[in-house]
């Protein structure tokens, strides 16, 4: 699978929707999960990464701190849009998938249900489900989803904010992010030089970090290689 070049910013606001509103997704059935020999829930895991370092450190991640299932983690290269998940979604196996990109990074142990709890963030007058963090989806939602989009020749479509509001329960309200200084969830970490010495001290409680494509410095890729040894 091969990263696509073509510019998906413009594309991707016209389509971001309040998570609040229609879709025609629909909600899939109340399925037993598989487990494995163990009685683990069987999930996939995909990694779409852009940046082979920054998918190595989230793989890690997951190994390390997804706690509770049984995961087969595939890491694909590409972006979060139709065209990638698509072909994804020949290789999975599991109904449940956990969706993350390559610059999200599990912090500390967490359970299938801190990742299935849906979230959202304020944008301006709307919340969006784009949190900096992995979320769950399930193989036949989202593949219906994907379907419609090509159908309807829409590719760059909002993954997120279009899958989310069709599978949610009716009248649900998803956990609204707050002072990312306060909530337990995600560590944005967006300056180009950012302090280790304060990553670390979020580290210790946060469950997940969000780096941002400039953020990369030497002193973070050390830190992390040094907190997921491989």
């Not at 972006?79 to 979604?89: A, F, I, P």
């Amino acid at each position: 699978m091969t990263k696509k070049n073509e510019t998906k910013s413009s594309a991707k606001s016209e389509q971001q929707a309040a998570i609040e509103a229609p879709a025609t997704v629909e909600t899939p059935a109340v399925t037993e999960a598989p487990t494995d020999s163990k009685g683990c829930e069987a999930v996939t895991v995909i990694v779409i990464e852009s940046e082979d370092f920054a998918g190595d450190i989230a793989v890690r991640s997951v190994k390390q701190n997804l706690k509770g299932v049984d995961a087969d983690i595939q890491v694909v290269k590409g972006d979060l849009d139709v065209e990638t998940l698509k072909s994804s979604l020949d290789f999975v196996q599991t109904e449940r998938i956990i969706l993350m990109t390559a610059n999200m990074i599990i912090l500390n142990p967490v359970l299938l249900s801190d990742i299935a709890l849906v979230k959202a963030k304020k944008m301006g007058n709307t919340i969006t489900a784009n949190t900096g963090m992995p979320v769950m989806v399930h193989k036949s939602a989202l593949d219906a989803l994907l379907k419609e989009a090509e159908e309807a020749n829409q590719p760059h479509i909002d993954i997120l904010d279009t899958y989310f509001p069709g599978t949610v329960p009716t009248g649900f309200t998803p956990f609204i992010l707050g002072d990312w200084n306060k909530d337990p969830f995600v560590l944005p970490v967006v300056s180009k030089n950012p302090s280790i010495e304060a990553i670390s001290k979020f580290a210790e409680w946060k469950k997940f970090m969000h780096i941002g494509p400039d953020s990369w410095s030497e002193d973070l890729k050390a830190y992390l290689e040094n907190r997921f040894k491989a």
